[in-house]
């Protein structure tokens, strides 16, 4: 049996090993392709542990708007569905890779509504009449 996500340490490793999936995906890479050339990756995934963290322990570490912060990489790097699809396949196989339980599964739930959220204002889902 896994253990379950109880510290900030697991959310580090879980966001770092999801990075090391996205990274060398060529549909995801765009989207970190600066963050990568400038030097920025540990301080991003600091970052996103620190947003994680904040979600599942309610803690107030992470001073971003994750939504904007996505809007605005959109004006450069065009989400499309499929990105969201990929996204979400590579986090829920990476937390069910190391951790299994309550709060495993309340970061896969978070992270599935998360990502519909952002698909929802990026006007990424068709109406059909």
Same mark, same amino acid.
């Not at 998360?114 to 059909?128: D, F, G, P, R, S």
């Given at each position: 049996?896994?253990? &379950?996500?109880?510290?900030?340490?697991?959310?580090?490793?879980i966001?770092?090993?999801?990075?090391?999936?996205?990274?060398? &995906?060529?549909?995801?890479?765009p989207?970190?392709?600066?963050i990568?050339?400038?030097?920025?990756?540990?301080?991003?995934?600091?970052?996103?542990?620190?947003?994680?963290?904040?979600?599942?322990?309610?803690?107030?570490?992470?001073?971003?708007?994750?939504?904007? +912060?996505?809007?605005? +990489?959109?004006?450069?790097?065009?989400?499309? +569905?499929?990105?969201?699809?990929?996204?979400?396949?590579y986090?829920?196989?990476?937390?069910?890779?190391?951790?299994?339980?309550?709060?495993?599964?309340?970061?896969?739930?978070?992270?599935?509504s998360?990502?519909?959220?952002?698909?929802?204002?990026?006007?990424?889902?068709?109406?059909?009449k």
């Open positions: 049996m896994k253990p &379950d996500i109880t510290l900030k340490k697991d959310i580090k490793l966001i770092t090993k999801f990075y090391d999936k996205l990274l060398v &995906d060529e549909k995801m890479l989207f970190f392709i600066d990568v050339n400038e030097n920025q990756l540990e301080h991003h995934l600091e970052i996103i542990t620190d947003f994680w963290n904040d979600i599942l322990f309610d803690t107030i570490t992470y001073q971003n708007n994750v939504m904007q +912060k996505h809007l605005d +990489k959109n004006a450069f790097v065009k989400f499309q +569905k499929e990105h969201f699809t990929i996204w979400v396949s986090f829920f196989t990476t937390i069910d890779s190391f951790f299994e339980g309550e709060n495993a599964s309340r970061m896969k739930a978070r992270a599935q998360i990502a519909t959220v952002m698909q929802l204002k990026m006007n990424l889902y068709q109406n059909k």
